[in-house]
C-alpha cells in the first residue's frame, strides 16, 4: 500500500479564466507510518505493548468524566505483584523484563477486550473497567489473582511462581480525580498485600 498526498491548483489565462490545472502528487507513506510508530510509543509501555502511565492516566480522566456526565460505573484496579524481586534476583533482569512481557499476555486474557490494562512502571499495574459493577470489578480482580497465581514461569529450566496484590476503587460520579482514584487504589493494594 503506497498512501498519496495530492494537491491541484488552477491555472489560469489573460482573462482570470481557468485554463488549467496542475495537479501534483506526493508519496507519504513513510512519514504515516512514522507518524504511527511515533503516536504508538508515546502511548505504549516499551517492554510490555501495553498502554503506558500517560496513556492510561489519559483512559481513566475519560472514564471520570463519562462517570460524571452518565453515572456509568466503573472500577480500577491497581496490581503490584508479589515475588517478582526473587525473580530478578536470582534469574536477573532479563529474566524479569521476559516475566513482564508473558505477564502482560496473561492479563490482557483475562479482561473484556474494551477493558484498559496499563504497566504503569516497574512491577505496577492497572486495568480500567468501564461499564462495570462493583461485584464484576470483584470477580474480574480474583479472576486476574488466580490466573497469576496458576503461571509458572520458567527460565532455563528453573520455574518461577509469583502472586499479585489487588486493590479495587469503584467510581460512579466522577468525584473523584485520577491522581485521587490511583491513591486510594494504591492503598487498597497494600491493604490488600497485608
Known sequence: VILVDG?????????NGAIGAVV???????STRLTRELAYHANHDSL???????????QLQRAIENARAYGTGNALLYLDL????????????VAGDELLRQLAVLLRRQLREHDTVARLGG????????????????????????????????????????????????????????????????????????
Open 123 to 194: 512491577d505496577e499495574f492497572a486495568v480500567l473497567l468501564e461499564s462495570c459493577t462493583p461485584a464484576h470489578a470483584a470477580k474480574v480482580g480474583e479472576k486476574i489473582r488466580n490466573a497469576v497465581v496458576h503461571f509458572a514461569f520458567m527460565w532455563h529450566g528453573s520455574e518461577y511462581r509469583i502472586g499479585t496484590s489487588i486493590g479495587q476503587v469503584d467510581f460512579h460520579d466522577g468525584a473523584r480525580s485520577v491522581a485521587q482514584l490511583i491513591a486510594i487504589a494504591d492503598r487498597m493494594c497494600y491493604v490488600a498485600k497485608d
Open 7 to 15: 494537491a491541484a491548483s488552477p491555472i489560469h489565462g489573460h482573462g
Open 82 to 93: 508479589d515475588r517478582f524481586k526473587a525473580v530478578n534476583d536470582n534469574a536477573g533482569h
Open 24 to 30: 501534483t502528487f506526493r508519496n507519504v507513506t513513510a
Open 48 to 58: 510490555t505493548g501495553l498502554h503506558n502511565r500517560c496513556a492510561f492516566h489519559a
